[in-house]
């Protein structure tokens, strides 16, 4: 069975927060990557208008996203929920890169409470 577009598009986006490593900042829309410490990467994400708030609007919207397309495919949820299981470990790095960001460090620890739920819900069954 062929895995469904919409399917490929929410892992392919998933992707990009579990493959965030320590001390880097993503990128979501160019799916690249920067070093936190980074004078340069600073100043490339601030040019492509990135920002903790840009991050945060996109990952909320992913987890809504992921959420939609997990009721429409349940056949393809397995595979949804291994890819939040490792989107958790990237938002644990992304913590500890934004340290000192109390707010933005709140939020990613909101979006990891949904996703958890979404994977007990979906692993419950």
């Known amino acids: ?10 892992l392919c986006r998933l992707k990009v927060y579990s493959s965030i ?3 880097e900042k ?9 070093r ?4 340069v990467g600073s100043i490339y994400r601030t ?7 840009t991050l945060i609007v996109c990952l909320n919207k992913d987890i809504s996203d992921t ?12 595979i949804i929920v291994q890819e939040l299981e490792n989107v958790i470990i990237g938002l644990n790095h992304l913590i500890k890169t934004y340290c000192d960001k109390r707010v933005a460090t709140n939020k990613i620890d909101i979006h ?4 958890l739920r ?5 692993t419950e069954k």
Request: charged residues 25%.
């Open 1 to 10: 069975m062929d895995i469904p577009d919409d399917v490929i598009h929410i």
């Open 21 to 23: 490593k320590e001390n």
């Open 26 to 34: 993503p990128c979501i829309t160019t799916q690249t990557y920067v």
């Open 36 to 39: 936190a410490d980074s004078y």
């Open 47 to 53: 040019f492509i208008g990135e920002s903790y708030e």
């Open 67 to 78: 959420i939609s397309c997990i009721y429409r495919h349940k056949n393809f949820s397995y």
């Open 112 to 115: 990891k409470e949904r996703i």
């Open 118 to 122: 979404i994977i007990n819900t979906c």
